[in-house]
Every structure is written in C-alpha cells, then in structure tokens.
C-alpha cells in the first residue's frame, strides 16, 4: 500500500515516469486538493488518502504506453492497474487506475469519482454528468438533496475549471 501521494510520486519516478506524466499527476493533484478541502468544508466523510494517491498514480500506465500522454487511448488504463498492483499499491489503489476514465461503466466510489473529477476540471473541462454524480453521492453520504449542496459545489468546481488554462500553460514541458 501506497502510504501517500509522496510515495507515489516516488515510485512513478522509479519506474521511469516521463517528467511529462510526472507534472499532469501534480496538476491534477492541485485540482483535487480544491475538491477535498470543499469536501472537509461539508464534512463529507471520505478516504482523502486514497484520493491524494489515487491521483498521483491514476495515469501510471502512461509509463508502459507513452503514446498515450499526448494520444486518446485507454490501454494505459488496466497496464497501469497491473504496474501498480506488482509494486505495492493496494487493490483500492490501483482500481484508481481504471476507473478515473471508466467510471461510467464501473461501480465507483465517491473518492473514485473525486479522482475522475479532478482529471477533468485540472484543465478547465466541466462534465455534467460526472459533477452532478459527485453532487448527488455526497449529497446521499450527507442525507441532504441536490439542491442543498449544488451551488456550493458547483461554485467550487467552476472556480477550479476556471483556472484550467493556466494549468494547462504549465503542463506544457
């Protein structure tokens, strides 16, 4: 098991993760950083450890298929579950690494739907779908309705897709 995301980004570098996959894991930490504290501000009870590793090594698999960190394509997905699986993350952990891009087919968690969230958001992208999930699972945890939580969380999600280009700007190595 992966302890934190310090861990984890240590062992992407031991495994050869290109500078490229290295800072995107960052940026989308920054991103879901914004989404936990948001999360502490409602007292969502989550696993903000499985969150903050989940995202340093959701896109492990880019290491074993590189044409994927500047192409569309989803074979980096179950590679990087079975990379992280053989060098110490725990199940949970490495789920992470199929379902940040698979969660519409997949029974999720919330923290699962907070790592695919901030993937998104990280470069200013807004998903509907996706956000109005993440509304209406903490919504549940909380027993509250949509509509007592949206706007607080949809503010947070467009302050955070609203400094997408800058970002992106400094992903570009």
């Known amino acids: 098991m992966l302890n934190n995301k310090e861990e984890a980004y240590q062992l992407l570098s031991s495994l050869g993760a290109p500078k490229a996959l290295l800072l995107h894991v960052q940026l989308v ?9 948001e999360c502490a501000k409602l007292q969502v009870p989550l696993d903000q450890q499985l969150v903050e590793v989940g995202v340093a ?9 590189s044409n994927e960190l500047k192409e569309k394509g989803g074979e980096h997905e179950p590679a990087g579950e079975r990379l992280m699986l053989s060098n110490g993350a725990s199940v949970e952990q490495a789920r992470c690494c ?12 919330l923290e699962e739907l907070l790592i695919a969230l901030a993937d998104k958001l990280w470069k200013g992208k807004r998903v509907e779908e996706l956000e109005l999930r993440v509304i209406d699972k903490i919504a549940k945890t909380l027993d509250k309705t949509r509509w007592d939580i ?5 503010n947070c999600f467009e302050s955070i897709a609203a400094d997408g280009l800058e970002r992106l ?3 570009r190595v």
């Open 150 to 154: 949206f706007e607080q969380l949809d």
């Open 29 to 37: 930490g920054e991103a879901a950083d914004i989404l936990l504290s």
């Open 98 to 109: 199929l379902s940040h891009a698979r969660y519409q087919e997949m029974f999720v968690s």
């Open 57 to 65: 090594i959701h896109d492990a698999g880019k290491i074993l298929h």
């Open 169 to 171: 700007a400094r992903s």
